[in-house]
């Protein structure tokens, strides 16, 4: 069984997502072990607890330096037993110390077809906004692999989203998001297989 540790800053629709992908059996073998937040009012924490996950918040309210945060960071997910961070909805970049003990663990979900809108300023809404200023009829959504870069991480999966005729920044938002959520359980599935796969075969 995997360990998973989710890094949020908001919501959480995409944690809720992976919850409910764990609880109906489209993502075996995984659980998740520990949520850090950077915020200690965003909605994620309410979550985890409903469903009795173990949370945390390491931010800038209770670590100003980010140094000390990374070292937070990375103390919570070595107790947690963590196998596998997952970025969701996590509005800060990571140093390269927690990117170096975690290289090729750690994923995250971005609301574009990279390379397209993505980047450093590139976040949220952000997004969507550029998407409809540039005329694009198609845009989509993201899981790839976190390295020093901002979102140049190696590609697991994509999924693209039509742009159509009227839409405001939030109606694309959130067609957006319910293909997050779709992309991020089938990242999340093929990641730990891969992984049982590559420990299975030492």
């Known amino acids: ?105 750690i994923i995250n979900i971005h609301p574009s077809l990279i390379p397209n809108f993505c980047g450093p300023g590139f976040y949220g809404k952000h997004v969507h906004e550029a998407v409809l200023k540039s005329g694009v009829k198609e845009t989509g959504a993201t899981v790839h692999y976190v390295d020093e870069g901002v979102d140049t991480g190696p590609i697991i999966l994509q999924e693209s989203v039509p742009v159509l005729e009227g839409d405001t920044v939030e109606k694309l938002a959130a067609r957006v998001l319910i293909t997050e959520h779709k992309i991020l359980c089938e990242g999340i599935k093929k990641v730990v297989e891969s992984m049982l796969t590559y420990e299975g075969g030492k």
């Open 1 to 105: 069984m995997l360990k998973i540790t989710v890094m949020v800053s908001g919501g959480g629709t995409n944690l809720q997502a992976i919850i409910d992908g764990i609880e109906s059996g489209l993502i075996e073998d995984a659980e998740i072990v520990k949520v850090i937040s950077s915020n200690s009012k965003a909605f994620s924490l309410e979550r985890a607890k409903k469903h009795k996950i173990d949370s945390i918040v390491i931010g800038k309210e209770n670590y100003p330096s980010q140094k000390e945060r990374t070292k937070a960071i990375i103390k919570a997910l070595g107790d947690a037993d963590t196998d596998i961070v997952v970025l969701a909805g996590y509005m800060s970049i990571l140093e390269a110390d927690l990117i170096e003990a975690y290289r090729g663990r």
